[in-house]
């Protein structure tokens, strides 16, 4: 079964620091690609990034960085001096090879306090 | 329109009425899906449509009646439903299915109320 696990439910913190949203998922296949979507209180998801299972190189995008870890079975996202536009649920979804179905976690809730 | 876009954005109904939602992607993409996103529970895939065709049914209750008529509209036909029903429904379309590994693209969701 396929399963991912965003264990930090809420997560409050002030503006400029930095925050890591934690995901860890389970499969048994070698072949699958993981995601994160930003859900803000406007409620469309927004696509951040894709991964997938052969390419462990982390990645930054401006503020934005993810780390892959495979030994681990994580893919963390850490956002970089926070700001009050980055509050909003943050989902880390997971999808195998040759399937449609893509595979929530539960999300995070990231709010930025000025 | 630009995108992915959904209506109506809210909607209020009793468990005897039958009303639909409709979901209308601007991508020129082939697949779409739905999605029921309830409080403190993952997001929950319903139905899949590649190319009008539905490829995917999550065993979902025969109240909930999915069309697709062309690429670029789905409609969610909903009858006597449940207050359990109540929740977000997102609407999604991509390049070609997921499992092509293309990211979907949502909509900002109609957010159902069964009284």
């Known amino acids: 079964a396929q399963k991912v696990t965003q264990a930090q439910t809420e997560i409050s913190v002030v503006e400029k620091e930095d925050v890591t949203l934690d995901c860890v998922y389970e499969t048994r296949d070698t072949t699958y690609y993981l995601f994160w979507y930003k859900q803000p209180p406007s409620g469309e998801l927004v696509f951040l990034i894709r991964r997938n299972s052969f390419d462990e190189q982390n990645e930054i995008s401006g503020r934005y960085s993810w780390n892959f870890q495979k030994s681990t079975s994580s893919f963390n996202f850490t956002i970089t001096a926070s700001q009050v536009v980055d509050s909003a649920v943050y989902f880390c979804a997971l999808i195998m090879g040759g399937s449609e179905k893509l595979v929530f976690g539960k999300g995070t809730k990231l709010t930025v306090n000025p | 329109e630009t995108g992915v876009t959904q209506t109506p954005r809210h909607l209020v109904m009793g468990m005897t009425n039958k009303k639909s939602l409709k979901c209308e992607q601007h991508?020129?993409?082939?697949?779409m899906y739905w999605y029921k996103q309830s409080a403190k529970k993952p997001l929950e895939l319903m139905f899949v449509y590649s190319l009008e065709e539905r490829v995917e049914n999550n065993s979902v209750p025969s109240r909930f009646s999915p069309e697709c008529p062309n690429s670029s509209h789905l409609f969610l036909h909903l009858h006597t439903l449940q207050p359990e029903d109540s929740a977000l429904y997102l609407c999604?379309?991509?390049?070609?299915?997921?499992?092509?590994?293309?990211?979907?693209?949502f909509g900002p969701g109609t957010r159902l109320t069964v009284l």
């Open positions: 991508l020129g993409h082939n697949a």
């Open positions: 999604a379309s991509s390049h070609s299915l997921a499992g092509d590994y293309n990211e979907q693209f």
